[in-house]
């Protein structure tokens, strides 16, 4: 724990993230990204997987943290196909901004034009965006396929 991580501060619920969790077990924590500064609307569909220890990276992770990482990672792939009809899901980690391991797990919608496909896909401005209600309403739709699955 590091009171200035703001993964940290926000498993603490000393942050809120819009949508609020959406799976997590005893080794991580998944929910929607949050809001860029200074911005109202996010891509939808772009989800966080986040360790509770405050690890910086992959060659940190524990055998049991990396397989429930994949395993929420997995899990959400399904739900964003499910009920947000993404054709695809990325996974990727980069760690240039929060030294708190987080795996990113992005939605690609239909008709994503070739040059956004990768890390860009939530450049693309025609993909689905929202506020904190769309984000939440969301989440929501993913806790209730989750809630659901097997
Ligand atoms: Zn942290």
């Known amino acids: 724990m590091s009171n200035d991580c703001k993964v940290c501060r926000t498993h603490r619920g000393l942050e809120v993230v819009p949508g609020g969790v959406i799976v997590e077990d005893e080794l991580v924590v998944a929910s929607h990204a949050q809001l860029r500064e200074g911005q109202d609307r996010a891509y939808l569909g772009y989800l966080m997987v986040e360790t509770r220890r405050h690890i910086p990276g992959l060659a940190d992770l524990t055998e049991a943290e990396g397989s429930a990482v994949m395993h929420a990672a997995s899990r959400l792939a ?57 984000i939440a309403a969301l989440c929501a739709r993913l806790r209730g396929y989750l809630a659901a699955a097997p």
């Open 78 to 134: 399904r739900a964003l196909m499910a009920t947000e009809h993404a054709y695809h899901v990325y996974s990727f980690v980069i760690g240039h901004g929060v030294p708190h391991f987080h795996m990113h797990v992005v939605a690609k919608y239909p008709g994503a034009p070739r040059e956004y496909w990768g890390p860009r896909v939530d450049e693309w401005p025609d993909a689905p965006h929202g506020g904190p209600d769309e």
